[in-house]
């Protein structure tokens, strides 16, 4: 495990009871980001492959989401505190510890993969090894569905985020390093920010090609 990875999980271990008051409400308050997760369980169920992941999932709320959505979902964090909390929360979805550089899938073997601002503390070095981690796992024609904080271009900004250090993304570079991994993105939502920041919200869906 890398360092910023020990640090990203100390630190999610440490506030799982507040992350999970603030955000298990299942996207009530963020229609945006709901109707994207919507439209992506849609999607992966119309490939005929249901099976898949979040990433980085943390209480495990959208991981149950997507379940009640009609996917084979299972839910995965690096923080054993917060696949803790989401085993308690949905005891009826499978919750993993694991990293999403490392995951513990066949190769091939999904339909879809959801990165809910899981992808945010990822040093801009190691993105492109993390998308080809989530090509890995995809089948041909199968769905990632990301989410993140943009900005404008051309470079990734470091920005001191509550939890941990992370990094918002011109849309076009992310999109950019998806087309390089080997997904090519179909739809883009970019909406006024729901953080104080003033950073967008960014909605990215690709297709393994
Ligand atoms: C901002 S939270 C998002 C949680 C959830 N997806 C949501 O939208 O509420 C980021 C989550 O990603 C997890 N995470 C960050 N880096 C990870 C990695 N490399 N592997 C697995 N999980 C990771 C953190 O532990 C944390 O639970």
């Known amino acids: 495990m890398t360092e910023y990875q020990e640090q990203t ?16 409400d299942r ?14 369980a849609e999607l992966v169920r119309g490939t005929g492959n249901p099976w898949a992941a979040d990433v980085g999932c943390g209480p495990g ?37 694991a990293r999403m550089e490392a995951l513990p899938v066949d190769d091939g073997a999904l339909g879809g993969v959801l990165a809910h601002y899981s992808m945010i503390h990822t040093p801009p070095r190691d993105l492109p090894a993390l998308l080809a981690e989530q090509v890995r796992v995809l089948a041909p024609g199968g769905l990632l569905l990301v989410s993140f904080f943009a900005t404008e271009g051309p470079e990734p900004i470091r920005f ?36 104080e920041r003033g950073f967008l919200d960014a909605h990215v869906m690709a297709r393994r090609r």
């Open 9 to 24: 999980r100390a630190a999610y271990d440490g506030v799982v009871e507040l992350y999970a008051s603030l955000f298990a």
């Open 27 to 40: 996207l009530e308050t963020r229609p945006f980001a709901r109707s994207m997760i919507g439209t992506f």
């Open 61 to 97: 709320h959208l991981t149950a989401m997507l379940h009640d959505l009609g996917l084979d979902a299972f839910g995965l964090d690096l923080s054993p505190a917060m696949v803790a909390h989401a085993r308690r929360a949905h005891p009826a979805v499978r919750f993993d510890e």
């Open 160 to 195: 001191d985020h509550k939890v941990t250090p992370a990094y918002s993304w011109p849309a076009d570079r992310f999109a950019e390093l998806l087309a390089e991994a080997g997904l090519d993105t179909f739809a883009r939502l970019l909406h006024d920010p729901a953080s």
